[in-house]
């Protein structure tokens, strides 16, 4: 048994509910931990209660101890009955709690159970850890229930006859349960299941009051893998903790910029430059470099070549907490010399240190003189700033921190690849060129020979070709083609008129070269100019000829081209982009919020490399939301790292989606410049979150690997979008989705997923040049550039969606043919009654089907998700992929397989494409039949259609239509007994209409 005990002390309430009909309230207080409630005494006739009562829960499982939750509820007791009104409630999640030393009473505003309670007032705790051996878990002490008597009960077992009745309710009536909240919390599978507490249960409980006892729940069976599901917590940020979506404040904290992070003390020091250096070595000079040591934390600036006046200006940061001395030594030193690189020393005693807060202007540096090992002041100098600050620190983007520290050696690529980065993908442009004709196409070699020309367009790596022209000295084409190009325009649109002479031949004949600057820009579907344009012969320029006679008889190619401004240039999946925007920046529409993340910190990563003969991960974190890109300072040998660095980004539309990707740097393992590791993704869409509240959640990294799903860690993220206008946010789901050009002139899927490619190329080439680049492999993994490759796993998966929307039709359809079968009478008698209501008022049709619809979705409000969703394992059918179908999925384009497994996955591929093949053709031959009735293809059947129809307009003529519903309904829901055993004879007519499968070869 674990000696770690929960300390839980209930101080005090005020403000609460006046629940009883004397205008006031009687509360205590019940809490829960770890499958064991207590409960305070009864304070009679006091909103603003105060009680200073401590419970010690015993911790069962301390490695979970971060997942449980305790839960405190508040409620009135009232004299004569056995109701017990409902104040409020409050949730303190494990991530939130303390040592016994650092624990501080806190007011936690009082929740509400659903949207129909009512709570209000705030419940004071002090929660924290304590090993203490002398404290023992505290006991079942009955509490008087009234504050005037008490019997003591020593018979329990009805109250938990009845929580096991309710519980078995539950578990026989599943679709029927409502999940209220955890009692034991969810572990791995290999540990406890989950258990649940049914929302009927609760009720029960809330009828018969207990004394404070601890009582074990048994839930109806097992819940979700803790392992794969996102946990809500609630930690202390910068604006003060966060509890049920909202910044609890402080009375004494102030507001700054990052309130969605955990403030992080560091001590700066920022190494500006030195003078009067003396010379050391043979040469006269100094090979000059700055070490920065406290404690065992040491920061090394680059070394300069032969310079007496060295100027470096690096900035170190040094965590607080991790602080192992209170004296801070900066030494300068020589890299070239050999016996005693000693050069002097300034230190600081940390205490003395002043502290900086933003807005506040940036410290200036002051010229400090260095001393020698005997305490003796030399005529060198050294510039230094040295203070205390946060992550809201302008150096703090620049700075080397402690835990990014690996060598002596801290180079500028060292230093470049630690640091947090902004980026921002380049704009990109659709460009269209169409290709027309050309003139006087002759060919050198043979100018009687009658060319086969080509046209090959090409922009930087993306090139394409028209088709080979029938025979002619003035060939033409007409073909239209696009390519995607990004600003600043650093290529050129290169034209080149080609002659196929031969199957494997092709002889240029001249080429144009055109400025991407100088082509005209659109941002609608109006027509563009073409223009002609002179083509360059490399062959005639060698030759010494007039230039004006050359450029008079030139061949003369015919082309329009546009830059389009109208559409969105797809970089990513178009099931979660990111930005919708056109390119044309005078097209965008005003913002509609702000979206803020907060990166706080990571836990049990998966070690990805081996350092000092121990596994470890050297992790960054990156961002991506529209035009910008973000990337956290990389944690050096650590598993749990944190980050602690909040961003913000405009949001223009709420249908879009932000993505974090956790990496293992690559350029610090051995060997060097390696690729980084893919440690797992979150995906976050905006319109699932609720505007102004603040999202603190532990998110699971899940990965899916060649041999099996693999959950890498936990990202804790703080999220919160806020809208600045509402009326555009309600108004922005009217308006289409993409930019207007996308309707007017379509792209073709394609189309679309080709020039998708071409974009992320770019983008790749444009990031990789940045310092430190965004590599090739974090780019892909952040768009999802590899999701259009086939994959058994996701068809699987995509098809289990696909029956699964439509189970609920299915149902319906199913629960009808119940009502036909009359297998319930009741049931049956209900639906013609309130069928024939419909038919004889139908004015009333459609009132009540949508009081249904907005019947059910008031309903479903009980159960909306409190958090955004995230990766789903048993969606994504990731849980139960065999080895094979993951082998085949990791497989590279185009495979390098051995023949005969190629051949088993073709021969499976067949198989299920098969199936695929029959179904698709099932429903065209439906939809064929349908069209059949009226073709005459079937001459008799068209025959027989059309006089029915002219019967029965006939008879309709004559009879009431409610008359001809109610008949047709009736007929349709007639008792078995009424009814043949062979199909009707509308279907046999049906099903013997011809398709145009007998058409198929």
Sequence with gaps: MSNIKLGVEVISAHGLFNADKQNSCSPFVELKFDNQIFRTTTKPNDPNPVWHESFYFAVSDPSFLSTRTLEAHVYSYQDGTDAKPFLGKVRVNGTSFVPRSEAAPFNYPLEKRSVFSRARGELGLRVFITEDPSI????????????????????????????????????????????????????????????????????????????????????????????????????????????????????????????????????????????????????????????????????????????????????????????????????????????????????????????????????????????????????????????????????????????????????????ANLRSKVYHSPRLWYLRVRIIEAQDVIIVSDKSRLPEAFVRIQIGNQMLKTKVSQRSFHPRWDQEFMFVVAEPFEEHLVLSVEDHSAANRDEPVGKAVIPLSAIERRTDDRAFHSRWFHLEDSISDAMDEDKAKRAKFATRLHVAAVLEGGYHVFDESTYYSSDLRPTARPLWKQAIGVLELGILNANGLHPVKNRDGKGTSDTYVVAKYGHKWVRSRTVINSLSPKYNEQYTWEVFDPATVLTICVFDNGHFAAGGNNRDQTIGKVRIRLSTLQTGRVYTNAYPLLVLTPSGLKKRGELHLAVRFTCTSVSNTLMKYTKPLLPKMHYTQPLSVNLQEMLRAQALNIIVARLGRSEPPLRREVVEYMTDAKTHLFSMRRSKANFFRFTAVFSGVMSVWKWMGEVCSWRTPVTTALVHVLYTMLVMFPEMILPTVFLYMAVIGFWNYRSKPRFPPHMDTKLSYAESVNADELDEEFDIFPTIKAPDIVKMRYDRLRIVAGKIQTVVGDIAAQGERVQALLSWRDPRATAIFVTFCFIVAMVLYITPFKLFALLSGYYFMRHPKLRHRIPSAPLNFFRRLPAMTDSML
Excluded: C
């Excluded at 992070?261 to 920022?270: A, H, S």
């Design 136 to 415: 023992t878990p505290s006991l079942p002490t009955p509490v008087p229930e009234s504050p005037r008597s008490y019997i003591p009960s020593p018979r329990q077992e009805p109250v938990k006859s009845i929580i096991t009745a309710a519980a078995n309710m539950v578990a026989a009536d599943k679709p029927k349960a409502r999940t209220l909240y955890n009692v034991t919390p969810s572990v791995n599978q290999q540990q406890q299941p989950t258990t649940t507490m049914n929302y009927g249960m609760q009720e029960m409980r809330d009828a018969a009051p207990m004394p404070p006892r601890v009582v074990q729940y048994n839930g109806p069976g097992p819940g979700p893998s803790s392992d794969f599901t996102v946990k809500e917590t609630s930690p202390f940020l910068g604006g003060g903790r966060i509890i049920g979506g909202r910044i609890v404040r402080g009375t004494q904290r102030p507001v700054g910029t990052y309130d969605l992070v955990e403030e992080m003390r560091f001590l700066f020091v920022r190494d500006v430059k030195a003078r009067d250096l003396p010379d050391r070595d043979l040469t006269g000079s100094l090979d000059p470099y700055v070490e920065v040591k406290i404690g065992n934390f040491k920061g090394v600036t680059r070394h300069l070549d032969k310079n007496s006046d060295p100027e470096w200006n690096q900035v170190f940061a040094f965590a607080k907490e991790n602080l192992q001395s209170n004296v801070l030594e900066i030494v300068v030193k020589d890299k070239d010399l050999v016996l005693d690189d000693y050069v002097g020393t300034v230190r600081f005693d940390l205490h003395e240190v002043r502290s900086r807060v933003p807005p506040d202007s940036p410290l200036a540096p002051e010229w400090y003189r260095l001393e020698n090992k005997r305490g003796e002041k030399k005529k060198a100098e050294i510039m230094l700033a040295v203070w205390e600050g946060t992550q809201a620190d302008e150096a703090f983007g620049d700075a080397v921190f402690s835990d990014s520290l690996t060598s002596s050696d801290s180079s500028d690529i060292i230093s």
